[in-house]
């Protein structure tokens, strides 16, 4: 994977030493005495700057895409030389090719950026060794090794399943997002995300071989999402292209024997129009600006999956966000724990929470230890918006909210301050620990300028209601909706969508994922967010910064402006040109300026995207 990068870096490289010789050549031909060297040294530099031209439409033709703009490229430069325009011919080329040499730049620095950013996420496995498990790397990970996958982590390497079973989610893989069951036996692909039991799994393959070391290379070549102006953008051009060679056609060979004349003019008249009706302004210029816009996104922390996220974010009024770890910083304090039996309180929240991903998990591990045996704990399930149920040495355990303890009916003492969590064995609640968290400084923020926006603000999360007031109130969330289970969350994006909202929904947990893939933009998590939101979402914060919504808001604000500033611009300076042409004033000149020149234009400006 690294050396066809490394490879296609070298090649644009070539190109431009390619677009400068021939340059250089045009010079050079301006010096030249006699007539017939100085046609060929323009031959010489047309072949340079032409070469790569030739080359996509050579492939455009084998792909039965007859009519791309490297063809009419070809043929005007072709036709200008048959009339002896040969500086306007190599003109043409340069600039057309240098418009492509720009636009290949931005796309391939945009792409690294972005490349970098997913493989971030592979981050380690944990691996059986000497009866207990050890992070590594996917790497390192041999064929034959056991490996542990917690509920929401997304499944690094293919295996068969030893152990456990569980649920897992292979949208990445099949495009199918209904949840599988899998259970001893049953082979698990890479790239799908375990969803909620914890499972041991025997390795079949090196992480290179992967399924998803396969699909990470997919998402480097591929340009699914592509925008809805850029998908136009392409059919305008299928269309138009045929056009206007056919009009050309007509211009150069039907209008002498019409309006009489010199078939020379006429064909100088066909090539000017052919030469400025070229689209290639805005067919390079717009796939540019939103890639543009997505590499200056990700220097910002931000992973932006496809040009048409950029377009619905830009439509948003509704913005809809989860609690835990998206608006609060996921970090909980252990407030105080309830219970006459302390050391078991503690120990079976840690031993349940040892295998979660969730921001209360974390909490848990990181104030209390304890040494147990792993493999005593069977039956290990991550009730979502609950808490956790597993067997421990044949006891039952269960860890989480309320809710969980309604499902087992299980009388508690319940008094409602902050998030509190109950620990049950076998079915007595022992304890409760009361856990306290705090909103984010940029969400505080972030929610004064959206309300000074007039954006609609809901906050939907599965903690109760007191938890869930306080931190509302501290944030200056009105809105706010809680106790919800995953499948609430869902019921209310789709409701707002009925009611014609452009909804965009953040989340970081497993939770959340559906409610990130029904929502119009999904932005989960990157840093703290579990994998399965990350996965299901279209954007990423990769910071879990909620001040990049604002980046997001001006970018794509920005984005907006190009774009039409290029269409503008370009079939202005293109019409004008068309009318002169048709009323006399016929230079090839023009003609470059209104197709390469305005596209280089349309170019730079689109580059503009990726700085400040
Ligand atoms: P939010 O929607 O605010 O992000 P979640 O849906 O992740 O919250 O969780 C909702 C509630 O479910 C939590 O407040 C907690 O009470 C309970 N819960 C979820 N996961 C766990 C867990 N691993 N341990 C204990 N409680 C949990
Ligand atoms: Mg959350």
């Not at 994977?1 to 301006?30: P, Q, Y």
């Not at 439509?315 to 608006?327: C, I, M, P, R, S």
């Not at 149920?389 to 309320?402: F, P, Q, T």
């Not at 969350?489 to 559906?514: L, M, Q, R």
Request: hydrophobic share 40%; net charge negative; charged share 25%.
């Amino acid at each position: 994977m690294e050396k066809s990068v490394k490879g296609l870096d070298l090649n644009i490289e070539n190109d431009l030493l390619k677009i400068i010789f021939s340059v250089i050549l045009l010079i050079i031909a301006h010096f030249v005495a006699s007539d017939k060297i100085r046609v060929f040294v323009f031959i010489a530099a047309y072949v340079f700057a032409g070469l790569e031209v030739y080359k996509e439409a050579f492939e455009g033709i084998k792909n039965k895409d007859f009519f791309d703009e490297n063809f009419l490229m070809i043929i005007a430069s072709l036709g200008a030389m048959t009339i002896g325009q040969f500086e306007e011919a190599v003109s043409v080329m340069v600039f057309y090719s240098f418009g492509e040499y720009m636009e290949d730049k931005a796309v391939d620095s945009s792409r690294d950026s972005i490349k970098d950013l997913l493989d971030l996420k592979i981050d380690y496995v944990n691996v059986y060794a000497n009866g207990s498990y050890e992070k590594k790397l996917p790497g390192q990970v041999n064929i034959g090794d056991k490996i542990l996958i917690n509920p929401g982590e997304k499944i690094a390497l293919d295996g068969k399943i030893v152990k456990g079973d569980t649920t897992v989610d292979q949208k990445n893989l099949t495009g199918e997002s209904i949840p599988i069951e899998k259970n001893v036996g049953d082979l698990l692909m890479s790239g799908s995300i375990n969803l909620d039991g914890s499972i041991v799994v025997k390795v079949t393959k090196k992480y290179e071989d992967s399924t998803y070391s396969k699909i990470i290379e997919l998402v480097e070549n591929s340009d699914t999402g592509k925008s809805k102006t850029e998908k136009l953008v392409k059919r305008f051009a299928k269309i138009y292209t045929p056009v206007v060679t056919l009009t050309s056609v007509v211009v150069a060979f039907v209008m002498p024997f019409v309006f009489g004349g010199e078939f020379k003019d006429w064909i100088y008249k066909a090539l000017v129009f052919l030469v400025a009706s070229c689209p290639c302004a805005i067919v390079l210029s717009v796939p540019l600006c939103y890639y543009a816009s997505i590499s200056k996104a990700s220097k910002e922390g931000i992973l932006v999956k496809g040009g048409n996220y950029l377009d619905n974010f830009r439509f948003a009024n509704h913005f809809v966000f989860d609690k835990t770890g998206t608006l609060t910083k996921g970090e909980f304090e252990i407030i105080d724990i309830i219970s006459d039996d302390l050391e078991n309180t503690k120990k079976y929240a840690y031993i349940a929470e040892n295998r979660s991903n969730h921001p209360i998990a974390k909490a848990i591990t990181n104030n209390f230890h304890y040494n147990f045996d792993n493999d005593k704990i069977t039956d290990y399930k991550d009730i979502r918006g609950k808490g956790i149920s597993l067997k421990y040495d044949n006891e039952n355990i269960l860890v989480g909210n309320h809710k969980l303890l309604d499902e087992y009916n299980i009388s508690y003492d319940y008094s409602e301050d902050a998030t509190d969590m109950f620990v049950v064995v076998d079915g007595k609640a022992i304890g409760k620990i009361v856990l306290g968290d705090t909103p984010k400084e940029s969400s505080k923020y972030l929610i004064e300028i959206l309300k000074s926006q007039n954006k609609k603000i809901t906050m939907l999360t599965g903690d109760n209601k007191s938890a869930s007031e306080s931190i509302a109130n501290q944030i200056g969330i009105s809105d706010y909706r809680y106790s919800l289970l995953p499948q609430d969350k869902i019921k209310f994006i789709e409701d707002f969508k009925k009611s014609n909202d452009t909804v965009v929904f953040f989340g970081d947990g497993v939770n959340d994922a559906p409610s990130l893939k029904i929502a119009d933009v999904g932005i989960s998590m990157g840093a703290a967010g579990e994998d399965a939101a990350i996965e299901s979402s279209d954007i990423v914060f990769l910071n879990d910064d909620m001040k990049n919504v604002l980046d997001l808001i001006k970018i794509t604000k920005k984005l907006k402006k190009i774009v039409t500033q290029n269409f503008v611009f370009a079939l202005s300076v293109k019409l004008l040109v068309l009318t002169l042409n048709l009323i006399g004033y016929s230079s090839m000149w023009a003609a470059v300026f209104a197709d390469a020149g305005v596209a280089l234009l349309c170019v730079l400006n689109a580059i503009r995207l990726m700085k400040d």
